[in-house]
C-alpha cells in the first residue's frame, strides 16, 4: 500500500503562485507515474500534471501548459506541482495520485491508471 501526502494548499489572488507537495510512501526506482488531478465543485476529477518518477518525463493538461509545473525530488520521495498566474478557474480541491503500473512510456493522464490517491488539498483563487 502507498499512502500519499499532499501540503501547500491555501487562498490565493488571482495572478499568484502556489506550491503544492507530495509526499509518499513508496520507496522503488521503477518508472511508475505520479500524477496530479483537481475536482471544482459540481465538476468531475480532471487530470492536471503526471510524471514518470525515474524517467523525469512529464505530461501536461492544455489548460495549465505554461503556467503549471510538475517536478519530483527522489531523495525527498516528494512531487511538487508549482503553479503560477493563477486564475480563479483553478480553484478546486487538488489530489496527488501514483500508479500502480511500473513500466510506462508516457505519464498517464487517465485516472484509471492510478491506483493510489491522497486526501486532497484545497486551492482558491480569489481576489
Known amino acids: 500500500q502507498v499512502q500519499l501526502a499532499e501540503s501547500g494548499g491555501g487562498l490565493v489572488q488571482p495572478g499568484g503562485s502556489l506550491r503544492l507537495s507530495c509526499a509518499s510512501s513508496?520507496?522503488?526506482?521503477?518508472?511508475?507515474?505520479m500524477g496530479w488531478f483537481r475536482q471544482a465543485p459540481g465538476e468531475e476529477r480532471a487530470f492536471v500534471a503526471a510524471i514518470l518518477w525515474s524517467a523525469g518525463s512529464t505530461n501536461s493538461a492544455d489548460s495549465v501548459k505554461g503556467r503549471f509545473t510538475i517536478s519530483r525530488d527522489r531523495a525527498k520521495n516528494t512531487v511538487y506541482l508549482q503553479m503560477n498566474s493563477l486564475r480563479p478557474e483553478d480553484t478546486a480541491v487538488y489530489y496527488c495520485?501514483?500508479?500502480?503500473?511500473?513500466?510506462?512510456?508516457?505519464?498517464?493522464?487517465?485516472?484509471?491508471?492510478?491506483?493510489?490517491w491522497g486526501q486532497g488539498t484545497q486551492v482558491t483563487v480569489s481576489s
Open positions: 513508496r520507496r522503488t526506482v521503477s518508472n511508475y507515474g
Open positions: 495520485a501514483a500508479t500502480t503500473g511500473t513500466t510506462y512510456l508516457t505519464p498517464p493522464s487517465s485516472q484509471r491508471a492510478y491506483a493510489y
